[in-house]
């Protein structure tokens, strides 16, 4: 895996519930990237390579910023958006969705965050975040 240089994010220390709801719905078998991030409004991932043809997104973010949601966007290495979530609530709750026959397996992904407000507008920072995929 390399890092996108889309953005500059700063690591976040997280509980470690929230590690473990992270690591149990990445499974050990499947390909994909996991990231986290502190405070930011956007963050671009690190490349993971697809498994199957099939693609789960996931993320969550924290409250107490003014991000009110989130959406994650699954997006090719040559910069081709693939697929994006719908929006979730910013209240810390890793949320997940599944795309059937998305990927091409053995080409390279990334994700991206967004915050969003209330409206769905994109640009608001949460605390803390963090998405991925397996695939």
Same mark, same amino acid.
């Given at each position: ?28 078998? =499947?390909? !994909?990237? &996991?990231?986290e991030w502190g405070l930011g409004s956007y963050?671009?991932?690190? %490349? *993971? @390579?697809?498994?199957? /043809? ?6 969550? =973010?924290? !409250?107490? &910023? ?11 290495? %040559? *910069? @081709?958006?693939?697929? /994006? ?13 599944t795309f059937y026959g998305a990927t091409s ?31």
């Amino acid at each position: 895996m390399r890092f996108h240089g889309r953005t500059a994010s700063a690591a976040v220390v997280i509980s470690g519930a929230l590690l473990g709801a992270l690591a149990s719905a990445a499974p050990a078998q =499947a390909s !994909g990237a &996991w990231n986290e991030w502190g405070l930011g409004s956007y963050h671009a991932g690190l %490349d *993971g @390579t697809a498994g199957s /043809s099939d693609v789960t997104l996931g993320g969550f =973010a924290c !409250g107490g &910023w003014s991000a009110r949601l989130f959406y994650v966007q699954l997006v090719r290495s %040559d *910069g @081709t958006k693939i697929r /994006s979530t719908k929006s979730w609530a910013a209240d810390g709750t890793y949320q997940y969705q599944t795309f059937y026959g998305a990927t091409s397996p053995g080409t390279t992904y990334y994700v991206r965050w967004y915050g969003q407000d209330s409206n769905e507008n994109n640009g608001f920072p949460a605390k803390c975040s963090g998405a991925g995929f397996d695939s």
